[in-house]
């Protein structure tokens, strides 16, 4: 028999796969924290953080004189007693008027100076920039008195129009500074190509860069519109009649000198929270975005 044909002839050997290897347990890096770690201090900070939100809605919602922690059986006589007799639905309209107000003009005069900070260079740009720095350390108890000396000559006094002057003139500086980063993060060569296509720099600007600003309006309009809602100093010293009043006033009502309605405070400061709540749950999307945006680049 011949090499080669024995060699057809002997069977093929038999391949063993090898064995897997023991798993090996895994070592927890250095870094890695237990998930219990995480949820048990978040879980803590969530109770407390409930629990006055509770409390106010258990005062809103169960009968005068109760003692039970179950807002049962349920009762809106608070919420009808502020709303009516208190009037809190004129609280509300002022409120809301000069939130909106003060939302439109402090976006509108910020985008203009901020396009003309990202975009222009004129001699005093920095010392104009490292004043509106400043201006955010100056509280705003400081600017009552002149202001309300200017608003007394003006005959603006007991005018809604003075708080939401106030109000504006009071938000314009930060969000200045904000808008001008959203618009330093918008591409120049975006404008240069509009321009070359025939626009002019109004025209560019609206068909190109005010789209990209979505998220940075949003979030200078919220911010404006929740501060404007929630100020006490300017609608208390300016507004002297109870129909100009704004929520905020309204709720320093509630508290007398020798005793307190918690029932109906309660129901206000739910009236007064649940719209910045409602604002803020349909744009925290926008608004996490245009904050993050505008504090990359400045």
Request: with cysteine.
């Given at each position: 028999?011949?090499?080669?044909?024995?060699?057809?002839?002997?069977?093929?050997?038999?391949?063993?796969?090898?064995?897997?290897?023991?798993?090996?347990?895994?070592?927890?890096?250095?870094?890695?924290?237990?998930?219990?770690?995480?949820?048990?201090?978040?879980?803590?900070?969530?109770?407390?953080?409930?629990?006055?939100?509770?409390?106010?809605?258990?005062f809103s919602l169960r009968p005068a004189g109760s003692t039970s922690l179950v807002p049962w059986p349920?009762?809106?006589?608070?919420?009808?007693?502020?709303?009516?007799?208190?009037?809190?639905?004129?609280?509300?309209?002022?409120?809301?008027?000069?939130?909106?107000?003060?939302?439109?003009?402090?976006?509108?005069?910020?985008?203009?100076?901020?396009?003309?900070?990202?975009?222009?260079?004129?001699?005093?740009?920095?010392?104009?920039?490292?004043?509106?720095?400043?201006?955010?350390?100056?509280?705003?108890?400081?600017?009552?008195?002149?202001?309300?000396?200017?608003?007394?000559?003006?005959?603006?006094?007991?005018?809604?129009?003075?708080?939401?002057?106030?109000?504006?003139?009071?938000?314009?500086?930060?969000?200045?500074?904000?808008?001008?980063?959203?618009?330093?993060?918008?591409?120049?060569?975006?404008?240069?190509?509009?321009?070359?296509?025939?626009?002019?720099?109004?025209?560019?600007?609206?068909?190109?860069?005010?789209?990209?600003?979505?998220?940075?309006?949003?979030?200078?309009?919220?911010?404006?519109?929740?501060?404007?809602?929630?100020?006490?100093?300017?609608?208390?010293?300016?507004?002297?009649?109870?129909?100009?009043?704004?929520?905020?006033?309204?709720?320093?009502?509630?508290?007398?000198?020798?005793?307190?309605?918690?029932?109906?405070?309660?129901?206000?400061?739910?009236?007064?929270?649940?719209?910045?709540?409602?604002?803020?749950?349909?744009?925290?999307?926008?608004?996490?975005?245009?904050?993050?945006?505008?504090?990359?680049?400045?």
């Open positions: 028999m011949s090499v080669k044909e024995a060699t057809k002839a002997a069977p093929a050997p038999v391949r063993v796969a090898p064995e897997p290897p023991l798993a090996k347990k895994r070592n927890r890096s250095w870094d890695e924290v237990p998930r219990w770690q995480i949820y048990l201090p978040l879980s803590i900070y969530l109770v407390f953080t409930l629990i006055p939100f509770y409390w106010i809605l258990l349920m009762t809106f006589d608070h919420f009808e007693k502020v709303w009516t007799e208190r009037s809190f639905g004129t609280y509300f309209q002022n409120s809301v008027l000069v939130g909106v107000v003060t939302l439109l003009m402090t976006t509108l005069v910020a985008l203009a100076g901020g396009y003309a900070l990202a975009r222009f260079n004129f001699k005093i740009k920095r010392a104009f920039m490292l004043a509106l720095l400043c201006s955010q350390f100056v509280p705003g108890a400081l600017l009552l008195v002149p202001l309300f000396e200017i608003f007394a000559e003006l005959q603006m006094i007991n005018s809604l129009g003075s708080v939401i002057i106030a109000e504006t003139v009071f938000q314009l500086p930060l969000s200045m500074i904000l808008i001008s980063n959203f618009i330093k993060n918008v591409p120049y060569s975006l404008e240069e190509a509009a321009w070359v296509d025939g626009c002019n720099r109004m025209t560019a600007f609206r068909i190109v860069v005010l789209p990209l600003l979505r998220p940075g309006l949003i979030a200078v309009g919220s911010f404006a519109f929740v501060h404007s809602w929630n100020h006490f100093l300017f609608a208390l010293m300016f507004l002297n009649n109870q129909e100009k009043q704004t929520i905020p006033v309204g709720l320093n009502t509630l508290m007398g000198a020798d005793s307190v309605d918690l029932g109906a405070l309660a129901a206000g400061g739910i009236i007064a929270a649940v719209p910045v709540v409602v604002v803020f749950a349909f744009i925290q999307k926008w608004l996490i975005t245009g904050f993050s945006a505008g504090a990359v680049k400045g």
